[in-house]
């Protein structure tokens, strides 16, 4: 099935537009014509205030890689989901009271957010940005959790009338697009696309959906260009396709997002959310950290800061923490060495632990970090914010 339409709307689920956009698959079927009651029927309702339940509901990716690592980092944040049948779309996590995890597919948990069938979610930030469209119900609670990375971008052949192009600016100014012959994009993102090619100056353009990879849509002449999502390229390069400068919509990664109706609303929501963002916060800026304890040889504790302190990559988290290490000498006790804690990248181990030799540390221990905990996490004072509260 072919629909082609001109598209003037200030319908809440779709931004301003006035834009031709042909769209050819069997499974468009939301129109700006449509009536609330019938975007009610594909979204779920939209009411103005949350469904009467008592219980907590949390989104999950119920597929993929992107289900997987979600599961992980729970897991690592001591917030392990307990399904007692895989097969089953409903879970729980102990540690958290009064709430239920869904199973859902991701654009599915954007849409249920937006109904007030759940509450919570943990999707990929393009997803959000696509079935989301910008509605302001929807809030980013912790928009970088450092997984799922990609990027949706525009790629077009390497050759013919494209070989010399490389930016959308040229891409743009292109003669060949015309009311008549439009620039043909094969992309899933119809919401997202459209909006970036306006943006971009790109007035003639057609969208189309296709089954399968879209990389394929160029070299059998059924697209001109894809906008897609890429991770490292290298599929696009070895289909004979390129990224061009200007060219990428967004850069995407896993986020947990919430209602806004429901955080103000439903009793509990705002309570668990605080509860995960702090576990999560925690977790994230304890990767790749590790913690290094050493004895070094000092006349005070103040003279072992100072040394510590002349070194920029010893200088951890806040500052080292310097104690005395007692022994019994000549059968009394003195303090002769310090003990002293400091907090280090990863990637700055080994040139931190030869400063640390070099200025007198010995007996080093190093010990990988699992949380670090800070007096109050940014991310919530920024979720409170946003609530007005």
């Given at each position: 099935m072919a629909v082609t339409m001109w598209m003037t709307t200030t319908h809440p689920r779709f931004s301003t537009m006035s834009f031709h956009i042909s769209v050819k698959s069997p499974k468009w079927c939301c129109y700006a014509s449509q009536s609330q009651s019938q975007v009610a029927l594909v979204n779920g309702n939209p009411g103005s205030r949350v469904t009467e339940r008592d219980e907590i509901r949390l989104g999950l990716p119920s597929k993929g890689r992107m289900s997987a690592d979600t599961l992980e980092l729970l897991k690592d944040c001591q917030l392990s989901v307990k399904q007692v049948n895989p097969r089953q779309y409903?879970?729980?996590?102990?540690?958290?009271?009064?709430?239920?995890?869904w199973f859902q597919?991701?654009?599915?948990?954007?849409r249920k957010l937006l109904s007030g069938d759940l509450d919570l979610g943990i999707v990929g930030l393009d997803t959000v940005s696509e079935y989301g469209q910008g509605n302001e119900d929807l809030i980013l609670v912790h928009d970088a959790l450092e997984y799922g990375d990609c990027r949706l971008s525009l790629a077009i052949p390497q050759y013919g009338i494209?070989?010399?192009?490389?930016?959308?600016?040229?891409?743009?100014?292109?003669p060949q697009w015309t009311e008549e012959k439009p620039l043909r994009v094969a992309t899933g993102f119809t919401y997202l696309g459209p909006k970036f090619m306006k943006e971009n100056g790109l007035k003639h353009v057609t969208f189309s959906t296709a089954d399968g990879a879209l990389e394929a849509a160029p070299a059998m002449g059924i697209a001109d260009a894809i906008l897609d999502l890429v991770s490292s390229g290298t599929t696009l390069r070895e289909n004979n396709l390129k990224e061009i400068e200007g060219g990428t919509v967004l850069e995407s990664q896993a986020v947990l997002v919430a209602s806004r109706k429901s955080l103000i609303q439903r009793k509990g929501v705002l309570e668990t959310t605080h509860e995960m963002l702090e576990r999560l916060e925690a977790?994230?800026?304890?990767?790749?950290?590790?913690?290094?304890t050493a004895n070094m040889r000092g006349s005070s504790a103040e003279e072992v800061a100072e040394r510590i302190l002349s070194q920029p990559s010893l200088s951890g988290l806040q500052g080292p923490t310097?104690?005395?290490?007692f022994c019994k000498r000549d059968g009394k006790v003195t303090a002769d060495y310090y003990a002293i804690v400091i907090c280090v990248p990863k990637k700055a181990l080994y040139k931190s632990i030869q400063q640390l030799r070099a200025i007198g540390g010995s007996g080093v221990l190093i010990s990988p970090l699992t949380y670090i905990f800070d007096e109050e996490t940014p991310r919530w004072r920024e979720l409170l914010s946003k609530l007005g509260m």
């Open positions: 409903v879970a729980g996590i102990p540690q958290l009271s009064n709430l239920e995890v597919r991701p654009k599915d948990i954007v494209f070989e010399s192009i490389h930016s959308i600016k040229e891409l743009a100014q292109m977790h994230l800026r304890a990767i790749g950290q590790f913690t290094v310097v104690s005395p290490v």
